[in-house]
Antibody, heavy 118, light 106 residues
């Protein structure tokens, strides 16, 4: 069965950096696009970034463009999100999700919490 | 950018009720519209994709309809496990979620 397990969350100061990881199993990771989605406390879901199966094409929400970088290592079945210049408004639970056909997010992880605070 | 709105933002209902949630896109998105269920502390779950197609394993009481700018998610007979927040999401141009509709106990 498909499993997605996020890690790397924690508390970081404003302006700091953090790298999230998402370990995937139960499907052929190298043939599917992957997403990061976040949920700030008391808020709704916000799409963050998408990477195609081969890692060549990447897309970002305007709110994180230039600060966050999505990447993947298909040899390790792992998705990453490098987050730089973090702000208080980046505080959220971050989910990784598997893409289906460039359209919907059909499997999600349980999320990892990132808190940006001094 | 495509903006998504949902109505209502919240609703109170009882087990057995028919529940309808509406989602509207700021421009036509054909049928590039998906619905998700999210419970606190859990992973979001895909219910409906391409406006009206059922994700495997989703109970048949959930259904979706619409095209263009207006879409609907219907729960034909609300069950105890259905109390949650529901989100629509467009994939016509990148990806955008609606603000969510919280369904709670009346």
């Amino acid at each position: 069965q498909v499993q997605l397990v996020e890690s790397g969350g924690g508390v970081v100061q404003p302006g700091g950096s953090l790298r999230l990881s998402c370990a995937a199993s139960g499907f052929t990771f190298s043939t599917y696009g992957m997403h990061w989605v976040r949920q700030a406390p008391g808020k709704g879901l916000e799409w963050v970034a998408f990477i195609q199966y081969d890692g060549i094409n990447k897309y970002y929400a305007d709110s994180v463009k230039g600060r966050f970088t999505i990447s993947r290592d298909n040899s390790k079945n792992t998705l990453y999100l490098q987050m730089n210049s973090l702000r208080a408004e980046d505080t959220a639970v971050y989910y990784c999700a598997k893409d289906q056909g460039g359209s919907c997010l059909d499997y999600w992880g349980q999320g990892t919490l990132v808190i940006v605070s001094s | 950018d495509i903006q998504m709105t949902q109505s209502p933002s919240s609703l109170s209902a009882s087990v057995g009720d028919r529940v309808t949630i509406t989602c509207r896109a700021s421009q036509s998105i054909s049928t590039f519209l998906n619905w998700y269920q999210h419970k606190p502390g859990k992973a979001p779950k895909l219910l409906i994709y391409a406006a009206s197609s059922f994700q495997s394993g989703v109970p048949s009481r959930f259904s979706g309809s619409g095209s263009g700018t207006d879409f609907t998610l219907t729960i034909s007979s609300l069950q105890p496990e259905d109390f949650a927040t529901y989100y629509c999401q467009q994939s016509y141009s990148l990806f955008t979620f609606g603000p969510g509709t919280k369904v709670d106990v009346k």
